[in-house]
């Protein structure tokens, strides 16, 4: 709805309920999906990078087990092949070469499971750490945002003080407009360049087509505009696409009843007509 004042003048413009979620809150869900999307490609490098150093440590832990235990099951059949004959150190090295096999198999064995363990553990603290940093970030970006907020809104008003819209009649103005039931938000006043005409854009609670919505635009025009304006030599006006609905059904309104009875006397004249016809010939 919109209000107009003059001296100055001030217009109220009608306007449908504002979505739930504004621009602002979207950019900033926005910019928290894109740093958390870039944290996390960060954290999955670093847990990638993680894994494999834990691979090659173990990997070289198991391979110099398996040295070891080949060099013992070595000098072990070297003893043995002493006291034995050519056919019995055969033998002896068939089974030192069995055992070195079945060795590396375990140790091998045990490394891929510390390997996956230790895989399953970094990736679950990755996890976590996402998590964590998930959260960390929409903190942030929403305390930033607000912040942002905070210093906009404080320029704004420092611009509202400095411009004619703080006049002290706009002002009191916007503070009736903004206590009427029915109203969810009140804008700033906007000032023309001779500073002798502002307009407000009113939104109310209800849509445009509600009941509720025209009664606040008859509140607006017969009880709280009257009572604002008066003895401060300026006038005001509810104008806007909402307000011009309202005045042309209630316009429609009025005039059916008027247009109906032209409708049925042009009817009933019409019926009449043709008797008075037949009449007029009989004579």
């Not at 928290?32 to 990997?59: D, F, G, L, M, V």
């Not at 092949?81 to 064995?109: C, F, M, S």
């Not at 002002?171 to 500073?195: E, F, H, I, S, Y």
Request: hydrophobic share 30%; net charge positive; with cysteine.
């Amino acid at each position: 709805m919109a209000r107009t004042l003059r001296s100055p003048t001030p217009s109220v413009h009608s306007a449908s309920r504002v979505p739930t979620n504004s621009t602002r809150s979207v950019a900033t869900q926005q910019e928290i999906s894109r740093q958390q999307a870039k944290a996390e490609k960060t954290i999955q490098q670093q847990a990638k990078e993680a894994q494999e150093k834990a691979r090659q440590k173990i990997q070289e832990e198991a391979n110099q087990q398996q040295e070891q235990a080949e060099q013992k099951i070595r000098e072990q059949a070297d003893q043995a092949k002493q006291q034995a004959g050519p056919r019995e150190r055969e033998v002896i090295d068939k089974l030192a070469q069995q055992e070195i096999d079945k060795q590396n198999q375990a140790i091998e064995q045990k490394a891929q499971k510390e390997i996956k363990e230790q895989n399953a553990s970094i990736r679950q603290q990755a996890e976590q750490k996402e998590a964590k940093e998930d959260k960390a970030i929409a903190k942030k970006v929403k305390e930033e945002a607000k912040q942002k907020e905070k210093s906009s809104g404080q320029e704004d008003k420092e611009k509202f003080l400095e411009s004619k819209s703080s006049d002290p009649r706009l002002t009191a103005m916007r503070k009736d407009l903004q206590k009427t039931k029915g109203v969810d938000k009140v804008t700033l006043p906007l000032v023309n360049n001779k500073g002798d005409a502002a307009v407000y854009t009113v939104t109310a609670t209800t849509a445009p087509s509600s009941r509720a919505t025209e009664d606040l635009v008859n509140t607006l025009r017969n009880d709280v505009i009257p009572k604002a304006t008066k003895g401060e030599q300026m006038d005001a006006d509810v104008g806007g696409t909402t307000a011009s609905y309202i005045d042309l059904a209630s316009e429609i309104s009025s005039k059916l009843p008027l247009e109906i009875g032209i409708v049925l006397s042009f009817f009933l004249i019409l019926l009449a007509f043709p008797r008075c016809w037949s009449r007029s010939r009989r004579w």
